[in-house]
């Protein structure tokens, strides 16, 4: 692991600190200690939240928080290049549940190649 727990509980630190009342009620309810799980075909990233179907990982190639669905108990299954702060993570599950449906955005794994600027 690249990247050690005691900088996503400085990242969960900051998150917190920058979130709304109503998203500090939502992150208590769906908050846990950090937890490796396997992001699948990419290696190992830190689970801090877990909600229904859905887990809030730490995506260190990315520098960010990501929502992602999952099936198995310690598996992520997608990778997501979104790069949220806690905060923008939480608010987004707080608007899927205000709203009953998810409206993205999407992110997804790189695409390997040469970049080219448009």
Known sequence: MSFSEEKVWDQ????WSRMSFKERFLWETIKRPP??????GYGK???VALIGS????????E?????SPWHQYGYIDRYQGLQYQLEEAVQRQLQII???YDVG??????IPGEYLES
């Open 12 to 15: 969960i630190k900051d998150g």
């Open 98 to 100: 205000t709203t009953g």
């Open 35 to 40: 937890e490796e799980w396997q992001l699948r």
């Open 63 to 67: 520098h960010g928080f990501d929502p």
């Open 105 to 110: 955005p999407y992110g997804g794994p790189p």
């Open 45 to 47: 990233c830190w689970v």
């Open 54 to 61: 859905t887990v809030i990982y730490y995506n260190h190639y």
